[in-house]
């Protein structure tokens, strides 16, 4: 099955829709927010490493394999740690805003541009070496974009759409909805420009894209799933 990565704005139904093809083709989901928890989870910095098998079955152990490889391949390198001992977590916890300020505003011995993508990229590629995975976000459709196995979607939304289902799902008002929003869409412009010299809504990165206000998650997953099945690689 061929890796699938879901990107959008904020609120506009790409979480929702990865989740869902995720479960109609029975892959591995993985977002922002796992990637911090597996980071988290496994507590530790380049510098200090164990090596571990990396055939593993569960979402959580290839995400582990694939961060201890990569702190490996940098120990084996001689490579400092980009953290000065924060660890991974540190590099995965970073907002598009938070990523795209590196290069303004760089601090020695902290993390920089280069640490960072470098570390960024190396991770989402291990993750998509095995296949069947759904990646949201984090520029994958941008590290991935060449990878002939590889299924990138775009979701959007109308602006009035978006605000109200952050509104609906967040409990705030449509006010402090509008500014998150904004502020995010900023943020994500920035992040794609700095790292990738890309618009993230330019159709040329994506293979399929849908509006998010008319086609439903499990509508939008049925679509995916068609499109994922008839790039997989043929028997024979």
Do not use: C
């Amino acid at each position: 099955m061929p890796v699938i990565t879901v990107s959008g704005s904020l609120a506009s139904g790409a979480r929702e829709a990865a989740q869902a093809v995720a479960a109609e083709l029975g892959l591995d989901y993985v977002d922002h927010e796992i990637l911090v928890e597996a980071a988290r989870a496994l507590g530790v910095s380049v510098s200090a490493m164990e090596k571990h098998d990396e055939r593993r079955s569960t979402v959580g152990e290839r995400l582990a394999s694939v961060m201890r490889t990569l702190m490996e391949r940098s120990a084996a390198a001689g490579t400092a740690d980009p953290l000065a001992g924060g660890g991974l977590e540190t590099v995965l916890a970073r907002s598009y805003g938070e990523a795209a300020e590196l290069g303004a505003s760089p601090q020695t011995g902290q993390l920089d541009d280069e640490s960072y993508i470098r570390t960024l990229k190396s991770v989402i590629k291990g993750i998509a070496a095995r296949g069947n995975v759904v990646i949201l976000g984090r520029g994958s459709q941008a590290i991935l974009q060449h990878e002939p196995e590889t299924l990138n979607v775009w979701v959007a939304a109308p602006r009035e759409w978006r605000v109200q289902n952050l509104v609906k799902r967040e409990g705030i008002s449509a006010t402090d909805a509008e500014k998150r929003i904004d502020k995010s869409d900023r943020d994500r412009d920035a992040f794609h420009r700095h790292y990738f010299k890309v618009e993230p809504s330019s159709p040329q990165l994506y293979d399929l894209g849908f509006n998010a206000g008319r086609i439903a998650p499990d509508v939008a997953a049925k679509m995916i799933a068609l499109a994922a099945r008839e790039l997989a690689p043929k028997p024979g």
